[in-house]
T-cell receptor, first 110, second 113 residues
Framework: QKEVEQNSGPLSVPEGAIASLNCTYS??????FFWYRQYSGKSPELIMS????GDKEDGRFTAQLNKASQYVSLLIRDSQPSDSATYLC??????????FGQGTRLTINP | GAGVSQTPSNKVTEKGKYVELRCDPI?????LYWYRQSLGQGPEFLIY????????DSGLPNDRFFAVRPEGSVSTLKIQRTERGDSAVYLC???????????FGPGTRLTVT
């Protein structure tokens, strides 16, 4: 079992719809979770962090954390073509080591 | 302000050669990390510095890889006797003190021929 698992996609969503990205992790003791966006040929860009169970909203993005079920999700409302990218879920292991999933490729269709 | 910078952006080298990759973190950030990303995969942790010392080097694949951060700011990742399997994008990230968020630089694409 991989430490952090994501569906590699591609996930195709029409413009204006809600995109839902999911991630599960194996270490029940994990406390800190992150979503990064990575455009093709570019480096990962931090878009959300979440540390407590529940929802955290930032603009069109909502991160959801359920520690009991060991999953993290990212919702993107009113999806735009510019949201087309690979989304990486990352879990902080130990003091400062990020463990990443393989990423989900998202395509927003105009 | 300025983000993490990495040089060179691209490096092509022959198998068996030595390479150095440089990372300049965000000003004031005390923690610095190196990751490696292969095509279609998420980044993989290599090493983490808190100040000048390597606090966790458990991700370095073997003793051909070494990293330094002599003055607690700029870091250099050194790879000896490069192999074709070392080809990847090498990413550097930094964090402010007592913060968990990591901010990545643009990466160095290393190609070993």
């Amino acid at each position: 079992q991989k430490e952090v698992e994501q569906n590699s996609g591609p996930l195709s969503v029409p413009e204006g719809a809600i995109a839902s990205l999911n991630c599960t992790y194996s270490d029940r003791g994990s406390q800190s979770f992150f979503w990064y966006r990575q455009y093709s040929g570019k480096s990962p860009e931090l878009i959300m962090s979440i540390y407590s169970n529940g929802d955290k909203e930032d603009g069109r993005f909502t991160a959801q954390l359920n520690k009991a079920s060991q999953y993290v999700s990212l919702l993107i409302r009113d999806s735009q073509p510019s949201d087309s990218a690979t989304y990486l879920c990352a879990v902080l292991q130990g003091a400062q080591k990020l463990v990443f999933g393989q990423g989900t490729r998202l395509t927003i269709n105009p | 302000g300025a983000g993490v910078s990495q040089t060179p952006s691209n490096k092509v080298t022959e198998k068996g050669k030595y390479v150095e990759l440089r990372c300049d973190p965000i000003s004031g950030h005390t923690a610095l990390y190196w990751y490696r990303q292969s095509l279609g995969q998420g980044p993989e942790f290599l090493i983490y510095f808190q100040g000048t010392g390597a606090a966790d080097d458990s991700g370095l694949p073997n003793d051909r890889f070494f990293a330094v951060r002599p003055e607690g700011s700029v870091s250099t990742l050194k790879i000896q006797r490069t192999e074709r399997g070392d080809s990847a994008v090498y990413l550097c990230a930094s964090s402010p003190e007592n913060r968990r968020e990591q901010y990545f630089g643009p990466g160095t694409r290393l190609t070993v021929t």
